[in-house]
């Protein structure tokens, strides 16, 4: 099954990503998530240290998807990928989280501050459909309420053949995105059964849920009224939050993965400040959120790992 603009909406939104990341000497908190696109689903994610990411030719290990990681500060992301302010929801109709405002726990946390800013994202649009085979691999990296957060985006393919191989990478996913074409309502129906699928391999409530139209440029009036409307209705059976996106124009692009990445990162957080809730947490110097004291014994506690906590 084809959902169009899954990967060249990556492409311009998950633009200038893979740097090499920074040494990890300093340390902040950050959940793994990720993001899983079902024939476009995404997955958020807080990034590792160097050498850590998971490689996109194999799913992620239980320890590399399952643990807190620990972000080291990177350089300055880029002005666009900057979020001060909790981003709004596209449709009210279908959006479960109406509120307008990070949560007051994560907003003390977090100190914001303005950064310096350098280059911008590439802003491809291929109008040439070039399958994905099994899965593509982004990583996005933001700058939220000062903090620096990166999601992983793991962007399945969506055609039938493909289907063992993308279920491989559904489970652990914050966030699932699920596309479709606004211009074949058909391809709305398959949104179920990759929901389903992704749905499966995690556990309930665990993940935000997105529908995403795309093709957006090309439609207009009653026709785009009509199919929205569709599309909402199905959001809400799915409890998903529901966007209308164009890859080639890059309507709503930006806004839809920054909501994405806030849903995320405020998650990721919120996660953190409970498992750490008798741990002291601190933002140091406005560059990073520090824990101190001993998280709660976990298994992923107790795994050996490089990323000690500071
Ligand atoms: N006009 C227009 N064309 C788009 C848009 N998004 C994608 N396309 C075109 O639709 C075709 C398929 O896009 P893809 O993003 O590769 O589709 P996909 O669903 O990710 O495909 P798989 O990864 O193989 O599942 C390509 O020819 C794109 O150029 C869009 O927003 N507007």
Not at 73 to 80: F, K
Request: glycine residues 8%; hydrophobic residues 35%; contains cysteine.
């Amino acid at each position: 099954m084809v959902i169009a603009g899954a990967n060249r909406m990556l492409g311009r939104a998950a633009a200038s990503q893979t740097q090499t990341p920074p040494p990890t000497s300093e340390i902040c908190v950050a959940r793994w998530s990720r993001v899983v696109l079902v024939a476009m689903v995404i997955a958020a994610a807080g990034s590792g240290g160097p050498g850590r990411e998971p490689q996109p030719s194999q799913p992620p290990s239980d320890s590399e998807r399952m643990k807190s990681s620990l972000t080291p500060l990177g350089p300055p992301v880029s002005r666009d990928r900057v979020i001060d302010s909790f981003p709004k929801w596209y449709t009210p109709e279908a959006c479960l989280q109406l509120r307008e405002h990070f949560h007051g726990q994560v907003s003390a946390a977090c100190q914001c501050r303005n950064t310096g800013t350098v280059g911008f994202c590439k802003n491809v649009f291929d109008r040439d459909y070039k399958a994905t085979i099994g899965v593509d691999f982004e990583i996005e990296r933001f700058e939220i309420a000062g903090i620096p957060y990166s999601l992983q985006i793991w962007d399945t393919a969506g055609q039938e053949k493909f289907k063992c191989i993308a279920s491989a990478y559904y489970r652990g996913a914050q966030v699932i995105i699920t596309a479709f074409d606004l211009t074949d309502v058909q391809t709305l129906e398959h949104t179920r059964q990759w929901l389903e699928d992704a749905l499966k391999e995690n556990e309930a409530g665990s993940c935000f849920v997105f529908l995403v139209g795309t093709k957006k440029d090309l439609l207009s009036g009653a026709s785009c009224q009509q199919a929205e409307a569709e599309a909402v209705h199905l959001a809400k059976e799915m409890q998903a939050e529901y966007w209308s996106v164009s890859a080639k124009t890059g309507e709503n692009v930006k806004a839809f993965f920054s909501r994405v990445a806030a849903l995320a990162f405020e998650q990721s957080v919120l996660q953190d400040l409970e498992r750490w809730s008798s741990a002291r947490l601190q933002v140091g110097d406005g560059d990073l959120i520090r824990m101190e004291g001993s998280p709660p014994e976990t298994q992923e506690s107790k795994r050996p790992s490089g990323l000690g906590c500071c």
